[in-house]
């Protein structure tokens, strides 16, 4: 079971995705996350632990490498394909109750910004460690944002930007969601954006690196 469970995270972590995959080349002709998420599926492998001890674990190890700039975006969008692939055959599990979702991750690119690659990037990081992604695109204003939380009580919500001049549209917003919803905790991120700034807009938390938020938000429910 273990030694199953290590496949699949090592499929992830290599952006296996399946037996057809060309990539990785050394693991050419080789079965993928894909057909082994449905072998360890088929063979009776409880749901809950496929994702936590194979597939999180991959994702896991993918998203320190990139924190310590071992790989790039290509190699963290292949990992985050196999591990979606994979998803699929876990998705009945999710829908029937069997296995639970960590929380609720509401994610945008602040209104103005039309940059997507580093919240991208985020909300693969974040699905992949088991939590539900609500992905509501960029140049999102605070209604929007507002409206989302009050769709999802108790999410998350993560706030990007890459430019400085929507930096204040990322601190407008701040203070409208926690003026609607105070107990919210946002989460900022993107390349202008910094532990001083988080302070001075009274956000909850800012990552330089996808990691980081994946690292915030398991911590805060264990």
């Known amino acids: ?12 972590e290599f952006g296996k995705i399946n037996l057809a995959s060309p990539y990785p ?8 996350a894909d057909e082994l998420t449905k072998k360890a599926i088929d063979e009776g492998f409880p749901p809950e632990e ?21 790989v790039f975006v290509p190699q963290v969008l292949m990992s985050a394909k196999a591990m979606s692939t994979a998803m699929e055959h876990l998705r009945p599990f999710f829908e029937s109750g069997a296995v639970k ?3 609720i991750f509401v994610i945008g690119t602040v209104a103005g ?11 693969m990081m974040v699905k992949g460690s088991g939590f539900e992604v609500v992905d509501l695109g960029t140049d999102v204003n605070g209604q929007q944002f507002i409206e989302a939380i009050k769709q999802h009580p108790g999410c998350y919500v993560g706030l990007s930007a890459l430019l400085t001049t929507t930096m204040v549209n990322m601190e407008k917003i701040v203070a409208e969601i926690k003026a609607a919803v105070p107990d919210t905790k946002i989460l900022i991120g993107g390349a202008p954006v910094s532990e ?4 001075k807009i009274h956000a909850d938390f800012y990552s330089r690196d996808p990691q980081g938020a994946v690292d915030f938000l398991n911590r805060s429910v264990a």
């Open 1 to 12: 079971m273990e030694e199953l469970y290590g496949k699949i995270a090592h499929c992830v």
């Open 25 to 32: 080349p050394d693991m050419k002709g080789q079965e993928g």
């Open 50 to 70: 496929v994702l936590k001890k194979g597939l999180v674990v991959g994702m896991e190890k993918i998203g320190v490498k990139f924190r310590e700039n071992k």
């Open 101 to 103: 979702r960590k929380g």
């Open 113 to 123: 910004d039309l940059h997507d690659i580093g919240k991208n990037l985020v909300s």
């Open 196 to 199: 001083e700034f988080k302070e």
